[in-house]
């Protein structure tokens, strides 16, 4: 991507100056009919999870959390596309969507569960209080085929297409740039394409596959590979979270009216580590993260609020949130313990099984062998 590139969608510069490229004009109304208080919203959903975000990484360094997909840089694609999306609709993250199922109605707490290992799933994607969030998918793609076949189900069941945008679903599925390079993908685009499922392709392309570049995955921009399979595709700028939720609504209101699936590659950047398990600095410069420092999606929407008369007291209380998040956090991720290891042999089989039982019996003889009874 480049400035010039005209397929760019953008409203905001990295300064916060409004100027729409022409590709956003499309979306320009449903932009401005923005109010103050939808537009502090976006805000505020993107400082409050970073701060959750930063506390996280703390948490795993100081070994309270076995792992930590930051999210840190990636807000604005993943808030302004959440916010579009409506409550019937159907989400499908893949592992750092942390302001994605907050704004769904998880509590962030789940998540730190599932990186603790204290749980495989987190949360209940059946339960109301959940936004139709489906549950982290750490095998990279996997989950657009999830969301695909969820997204037949709705063709086949009339759940869709219906012409009542009150009733009529969609799905939003997530992905990187690394994934895309996955064949579970483009199985999913396959399937979805022919049986016009109403599902959002939303690809985060944020340069780097772990340590692999986007030049070395592809010769070619990434959601034009959607085109190859029929289906329209959008790039916006990912940093702006006005083109994200523009795009997306716009998207998302084309699948729910039956016209198939379409794909928006948000061009931003993982400003942390791939994992903590990462280390960035063996594979990218320091030159390119500046670069990348000065879009931030957080300060740009900062000055462009500023510039609105956003009030300190408005900016104040959100820094108030997203304290206490972090410090709500922390606090009840100390008091989480760990795992009785009887668990281990839970769920394994729907009914129970000898050999299951024979380990069982095995490990707790282990454990009484020590001295105190437990190793």
């Not at 994934?179 to 340069?207: C, K």
Request: net charge negative; hydrophobic share 40%; glycine share 8%.
């Amino acid at each position: 991507m480049t400035p010039e590139d005209p397929a760019l969608v953008r409203f905001l510069e990295a300064d916060g100056t409004f100027a729409p490229t022409p590709a956003a004009e499309r979306y320009r109304a449903a932009v401005d009919a923005l109010g103050d208080a939808e537009l502090e919203t976006f805000y505020r959903d993107m400082a409050v999870i970073r701060a959750f975000d930063v506390q996280a990484t703390n948490l795993q360094r100081q070994g309270q959390l076995a792992l930590w997909p930051p999210s840190y840089g990636q807000e604005a694609a993943q808030v302004g596309s959440a916010r579009a999306a409506r409550p019937q609709d159907h989400i499908f993250p893949s592992y750092r969507e942390h302001v994605v199922t907050k704004i769904r109605g998880v509590d962030p707490i789940d998540i730190i569960r599932v990186m603790r290992g204290l749980t495989h799933g987190g949360w209940d994607p059946t339960d109301p209080k959940n936004g139709n969030t489906h549950i982290y998918t750490l095998v990279l793609g996997s989950q657009t085929l999830h969301a695909t076949g969820f997204g037949m189900g709705l063709v086949f069941d009339g759940r869709c297409g219906t012409g009542d945008p009150d009733r009529d679903e969609a799905v939003v599925v997530y992905y990187g740039d690394g994934a895309s390079s996955q064949g579970d993908v483009h199985e999913a685009m396959v399937f979805a394409a022919s049986y016009r499922t109403p599902e959002i392709f939303f690809l985060q392309n944020n340069q780097w596959a772990i340590s692999v570049p986007v030049a070395t995955q592809s010769r070619s921009p990434l959601h034009k590979r959607a085109e190859g399979y029929g289906m329209p595709s959008a790039l916006i700028d990912g940093n702006d979270v006005l083109a994200s939720w523009a795009v997306t609504r716009a998207a998302l209101d084309e699948a729910r009216a039956g016209q198939g699936p379409r794909a928006i590659e948000a061009m931003t950047y993982r400003l942390g580590a791939h994992t903590t398990s990462d280390d960035p600095t063996k594979y990218r410069t320091q030159d390119e993260e500046e670069s990348w420092r000065r879009r931030d999606p957080i300060a740009r929407m900062k000055a462009f609020l500023q510039g609105r008369g956003a009030s300190d007291a408005f900016f104040a209380d959100v820094d108030a949130e997203s304290q206490a998040l972090a410090d709500d956090v922390r606090t009840r991720t100390n008091a989480l313990g760990g795992l009785e290891a009887d668990s281990m042999f839970a769920h394994v089989y729907a009914e129970p099984h000898p050999v299951i039982e024979e380990q069982r019996r095995w490990l707790a003889d282990y454990e009484a062998s020590f001295e105190g009874g437990a190793s």
